[in-house]
């Protein structure tokens, strides 16, 4: 169930040219520029670099140059603020370069801290909750609406809509996104039962490592029977119970539970989809028997 981010939306600079939004500048320029003169921004949202990571950018950058321009404003002759590519400008230090090629931007205090909000976003290793935090921020810093971010970062509202429902997720459910234990997909079908059956979704997701098309059904399922369910679930049984639900799932990769009776006695239930199910026991039976 492990999950990429691919990023949101379009680059700065289509991000920063929409009509009525645009960045004021005059005309800007690619230069080589001394990496002395070169400071990250004080507000820059991302704050863990993976050293293993920037080791190998630094190692092409040896061999290549720094490809791409660092983007940064220029605040005074002896000081250049990095707007997008303080990565580049890190690895480009552990190569050992003395200059890099920069692309200056005159932009205001407002814009700059948008563009490194939105450049943040832009990143293809964040995970859900990250982009989730990052477009909060956007618009709790920045006082964009949903409309107006949705035209920041080329996204549908909707979209927009859809990370901001993570925030109000239960933490557990957050960390289980973060860690990538579960997909955004996961997590839309967790958000889609009440709250106080949230949790116990999620564990059950990720202790039956289940499909998002499965927590889907489950949660369909979950939010017709009620509370029910949940204590049913939550329930406390005799550790040879639980053995016996693990020999069990190795024949059956459906949903499978012991309901104990007042009286000492119970049942196994077996859940399946369709008839395609019970040929798919058959034949695992049919395996064990030869």
């Known amino acids: 169930m492990n999950t990429k981010n691919k990023g949101l939306g379009r680059g700065l600079g289509a991000i920063f040219e929409l009509e009525g939004q645009s960045a004021k500048h005059t005309a800007s320029n690619i230069e080589e520029l001394e990496l002395s003169l070169i400071v990250p921004n004080p507000k820059q949202p991302r704050t863990h670099f993976d050293e293993e990571a920037l080791e190998e950018l630094a190692d092409s950058i040896r061999s290549l140059g720094v490809i791409q321009p660092i983007t940064v404003k220029k605040e005074s002759d002896t000081r250049y603020i990095i707007i997008s590519g303080e990565r580049r400008w890190r690895a480009s230090q552990l190569a050992g370069l003395k200059t890099v090629p920069v692309y200056i931007r005159e932009v205001d205090d407002q814009n700059l801290h948008e563009m490194a909000l939105v450049e943040n976003i832009q990143r293809q290793d964040l995970n859900a909750i990250e982009v989730a935090l990052s477009l909060q921020r956007l618009i709790d810093e920045c006082n964009l609406t949903q409309d107006s971010l949705s035209a920041r970062v080329g996204k549908k509202r909707s979209t927009i809509?859809?990370?901001?429902?993570l925030l109000k997720l239960p933490l557990e459910v957050q960390s289980a996104i973060r860690d990538e234990y579960i997909s955004m997909g996961h997590a839309k079908a967790i958000a889609s039962v009440p709250e106080s059956m949230q949790v116990a979704l999620l564990k059950k997701t990720i202790k039956k490592n289940l499909s998002v098309r499965q927590v889907e059904e489950l949660?369909?399922?979950?939010s017709e029977q009620g509370s029910k369910v949940v204590t049913t679930e939550d329930e406390e049984y005799p550790e040879s119970y639980g053995?016996?639900?693990?020999?069990l799932e190795k024949f059956?990769?459906?949903?499978i539970s012991i309901k104990k009776g007042k009286k000492g006695g119970g049942k196994i239930v077996i859940e399946f989809a369709d008839?395609?199910?019970?040929?798919s026991f058959l034949k695992k039976f049919e395996q064990v028997q030869k």
Request: charged share 45%; proline share 0%.
């Open 161 to 165: 809509a859809n990370y901001m429902r």
């Open 275 to 279: 008839d395609r199910d019970i040929e």
């Open 243 to 247: 053995k016996l639900v693990e020999q």
């Open 252 to 255: 059956f990769s459906q949903d």
């Open 219 to 222: 949660a369909r399922k979950w």
